[in-house]
């Protein structure tokens, strides 16, 4: 006979742990004002907005904004780089932390090591604005680079006007930027390992590239998943504060992206409010597809713990 397990009511359970409600009341409040309450302006891609009449009191229109929206050659110029910047970032950028970690977890000096993850940490506080003027003082047409290009006798560069030049910064930017804090993770779960797991392998003879085969990268692999199901998750938002502090028109055809685009067109070209509002839908609705996407193929095919 199966014993029926009796379950207590929500409020005493509440009660009983109150403080640790309490704890996470801030973050609950946070998501329902910035991200649940604002949700009712994406009926603003259905109607034609007019100020006097307010979003519930303006007109439907038959999904003109969408119309407008596809047929929109920049945005589809924008929608294609897009794709392309988040897909190299994922490509090229998301294994740059996971090399990092595995590199400093091999460090034998601990005073070393520590010197280096803050060294290579310190970047990610560095604001986009700040770092995008340095950028720019250095490799514009007059700045540092190209002044010393000149003194030795070679041709001026021409990295922030030149559309593959200018693709391949926004990577090398970002990974010397974001690899060291996004190392941490990877890092926290090395640190969870057992080191007797180490002397056993060393005792039978593993060496050092035989260890992180077998034992640090198997510990690494579900956290790694995670983050891979988030990554491929926002993979529509193609890094707004890097690319807008840093592009310029020269290359609009190759760094443009939506973000950029709706920027663009809600205070430069002013398409109004539901233009923006129809971008920002089908962001969205393509990062969650994508996102259930990535989650059925880590826990399906790699058979690796994923979101859900």
């Known amino acids: 006979m199966k014993l029926r397990r009796l379950k207590k009511p929500l409020g005493k359970e509440i009660v009983k742990h ?16 910035f991200a649940y309450v ?7 891609a259905f109607k034609d907005f007019d100020y006097s009449l307010g979003i519930f009191g303006s ?4 999904f003109q904004n969408f119309r407008d929206v596809l047929g929109n050659p920049d945005f589809v110029n924008a929608f294609k780089n897009t794709l392309f910047i988040s897909f190299g970032r994922l490509i090229i950028e998301f294994p740059v932390p996971i090399v990092l970690a595995l590199l400093l977890n091999e460090m034998f000096n601990g005073k070393l090591r520590k010197v280096y ?14 770092l995008s003027g340095i950028v720019t003082t250095i490799l514009s047409d007059q700045g540092l680079l190209n002044e010393l290009l000149q003194v030795f006798g070679f041709g001026k560069n021409n990295v922030l006007t ?3 030049s200018f693709t391949a910064l926004l990577f090398i930017s970002n990974i010397w930027k974001e690899a060291g804090w996004s190392s941490i993770i990877y890092l926290a779960a090395i640190a969870g390992i057992n080191p007797e797991l180490y002397e056993a392998a060393s005792i039978d003879g593993a060496g050092r590239f035989q260890q992180i085969k077998s034992i640090t990268w198997p510990a690494l692999k579900g956290t790694a998943a995670i983050l891979l199901i988030l990554a491929v998750g926002g993979i529509m938002n193609g890094g707004f504060d890097q690319i807008f502090n840093l592009y310029n028109s020269a290359v609009y055809n190759r760094a443009d992206i939506l973000d950029t685009f709706v920027y663009r067109s809600a205070f430069t070209d ?8 129809t971008v920002g839908l089908l962001k969205s609705v393509i990062n969650c597809l994508l996102l259930f996407s990535a989650n059925f193929v880590v826990t399906h095919v790699f058979k690796e713990e994923g979101l859900y």
């Open 270 to 277: 002013a398409t109004g409010f539901g233009f923006s509002t």
């Open 38 to 44: 604002p949700m009712y302006g994406v009926i603003l």
């Open 59 to 62: 007109p439907w229109n038959d």
């Open 18 to 33: 109150k403080y640790l409600y309490l704890l996470v009341l801030p973050t609950i409040i946070f998501f329902v004002v």
């Open 162 to 164: 030149e559309g593959n």
């Open 117 to 130: 993850q803050t060294v290579f940490t310190f970047p990610h506080f560095i604001s986009w604005v700040v």
